[in-house]
């Protein structure tokens, strides 16, 4: 017990001061707890020997991750994306898997092994594609979903192989019965903890919420009890967790859940990320460097390359594409489960093994920074993109159309604003770039534009320098500021609405130039397309709200004296004057 507990204390240790350093350094933080499982692994001091220990410290933390995720996600969000996720994910496994089959037999691998080489490049993972993309908060964006939804249905093909694999010596039809005795049992369990979530526990939310120590405990037990009733009956506990996660979703108390348990959280997902470098031993990669080699390209390139293709020919814009393709260049912690699982049954040598185990940590510290800085690679990448874009365009709007009234994104209350604009009786479009929701505005016959936002050609096309009302339902702060930053220049008299999900990010765009900014928790779409029924398309209308607003936003959350300390620290008096004239506003 002693030296378990001393050996965790001393990887703690290491892995604080290796963090710290990354810090410094100004490098994610992920890469610096893989460093750290190097060092205490046996490749290095091979102090990580209470390997069992570990090994459950991380797996309670990809459950927990998955808890939370799926407290913050709306049932219906696969089903937004469903059908591009599946296409997507079934598209991208078979094209990898037969071309990592393919390379493995070149480098004299056996037919087995080439096989699960490939089929192990082919997977995403979806503990660093949840981390890093709720990390930038962009869990909620068009590319996030889809890369979200894509790694599910690559995680649900993943856990037929094990499936699959664990029964591979009793023959096919073993195999086929344990997989479907076990998608019976995963449908029983799921209804189960659905019928409880939303027919059980609502009655019960007085009692539960009442007590925020109560809460906390409920949380832990109802997600990892959820987890662990998945795994007995064979069947990934990740999945388990998730599910939990989003069955609780819908009540009231599922974001106080998510901000408690998030440091916990952490705390187990740093051990996953040393225990997974832990594991690496360098001795057995001999001979295999040009194997490994071409692996890691499939894997960070050309499994990009393919997922940008299939979304190209779905229609998606190449912004979209490219972010959501990204997100999966790497290889899946359910990939070393396959392999380790395919070694216990003879089927792969240990040498194939550690080349994959070796595969999967400089993949996941590639993709890290590829996702991490995926704005600024887009940039360097966009003019060479072109390819993987079709463009969709309404057959009834003419390139010099111009309209009055201009509606970015459709589906967080745009409908509310179309009723308006209906109402107004003035010419109006609708700009997405969602395929799906494309489809929706050509069934309702609602005018519209597929394109990006950010593309000033599409603005000039539009007219948005001679529109009267441009409304934004877009949540991206990075995306409204370029509309602003367009309009400012081009059409500063309009009346400018935006959409923001957090109030400093609403101070911002206030500053920017917006005439007025939608926080969903103060007023919503309907309220504000009331408004302008009532008071018109005048700018000077919303001075009274517009003043309310920036009270409110100070009073609450300090969010107008947060700017002015940033912009002393980074921009210096000149712009900080700036700012306090804008504050001045509400005196």
Not at 26 to 41: A, C, K, N, S, Y
Not at 190 to 197: A, C, E, K, P, R
Not at 379 to 384: L, N
Request: glycine share 8%.
């Amino acid at each position: 017990m002693d030296s378990v507990f001393s050996g965790l204390s001393l990887i703690i240790v290491i892995g604080a001061a290796i963090a710290l350093l990354m810090r410094l350094i100004g490098q994610p933080l992920i890469i610096g707890h893989i460093i750290t499982g190097i060092i205490v692994g046996p490749a290095v001091l091979h102090v990580a020997k209470a390997a069992d220990t570990l090994t459950l410290f991380s797996e309670i933390g990809i459950a927990l991750l998955l808890f939370i995720i799926g407290l913050g996600l709306n049932p219906r969000v696969i089903k937004e994306v469903g059908r591009t996720a599946t296409f997507v994910a079934s598209s991208q496994v078979a094209a990898i898997t037969i071309l990592g089959w393919f390379v493995g037999k070149s480098f004299g691998l056996t037919s087995n092994e080439s096989l699960f080489l490939g089929a192990s490049l082919a997977f995403s993972s979806t503990i660093i594609i949840l981390k890093l993309i709720s990390d930038k908060k962009e869990q909620g964006r068009l590319y996030g979903k889809i890369a979200i939804s894509v790694s599910l249905v690559q995680d649900i093909i993943a856990i037929a192989l094990v499936v699959l694999t664990s029964s591979a010596g009793a023959g096919n039809g073993l195999a086929l019965g344990s997989l479907f005795g076990l998608i019976f049992k995963a449908g029983i369990i799921g209804g189960i903890i659905y019928l409880i979530s939303y027919h059980v526990l609502p009655r019960f939310k007085k009692l539960i919420a009442g007590n925020q120590e109560f809460l906390f405990l409920f949380a832990i037990a109802w997600g990892l009890g959820s987890a662990a009733l998945f795994s007995k009956i064979g069947l990934s506990s990740e999945i388990g967790a998730l599910l939990a996660g989003i069955c609780l979703a819908p009540l009231a108390y599922a974001q106080e859940v998510a901000s408690r348990l998030k440091p916990l959280r952490d705390f187990f997902l740093v051990v996953f990320f040393i225990a997974l470098g832990s594991n690496l031993q360098f001795g057995s990669l001999g001979g295999m460097a040009g194997l490994i080699t071409i692996s890691i390209v499939i894997a960070v390139i050309i499994k990009p390359v393919v997922a940008m293709a299939v979304m190209g020919v779905l229609g998606y814009t190449k912004r979209t594409s490219f972010k959501a393709a990204v997100a999966l260049a790497q290889v899946s912690e359910f990939s070393i489960v396959l392999i380790l699982l395919a070694q216990s049954k003879g089927l792969i040598s240990s040498q194939v093994v550690s080349a994959i185990i070796f595969m999967t940590l400089i993949s996941i510290a590639a993709s890290t920074y590829m996702i991490t800085f995926n704005d600024k690679l887009f940039g360097v990448f966009e003019k060479y993109l072109d390819l993987f874009e079709r463009k969709k365009v309404a057959p009834d709007i003419l390139p010099d159309a111009r309209y009055e009234l201009v509606l970015f994104g459709y589906q967080r209350g745009g409908h509310e604003f179309i009723n308006l604009f209906k109402k107004l009786k003035k010419k109006y479009v609708v700009i997405d770039y969602d395929p799906d929701v494309i489809d929706i505005l050509e069934h309702r016959k609602i005018n519209y534009l597929y394109g990006d936002a950010t593309d000033s050609e599409l603005l000039e096309e539009v007219g948005v320098e001679r529109a009267r009302l441009i409304v934004s339902t877009i949540p991206d702060f990075e995306v409204n500021s370029q509309i602003l930053n367009f309009i400012e220049h081009k059409n500063p008299r309009a009346v400018v609405i935006m959409h923001a999900d957090d109030p400093t990010e609403a101070a911002k765009l206030y500053q920017a130039g917006a005439t007025y900014v939608i926080l969903p928790h103060y007023i919503g779409s309907e309220q504000v397309s009331a408004f302008i029924s009532k008071s018109g398309l005048a700018k000077s209308a919303f001075t009274k709200q517009r003043k309310r607003h920036l009270d409110y936003l100070e009073k609450h959350y300090g969010a107008l004296e947060k700017l002015e300390q940033a912009h002393r620290k980074k921009l210096g008096h000149a712009i900080v004057a700036g700012m306090t004239a804008l504050a001045k506003t509400k005196s």
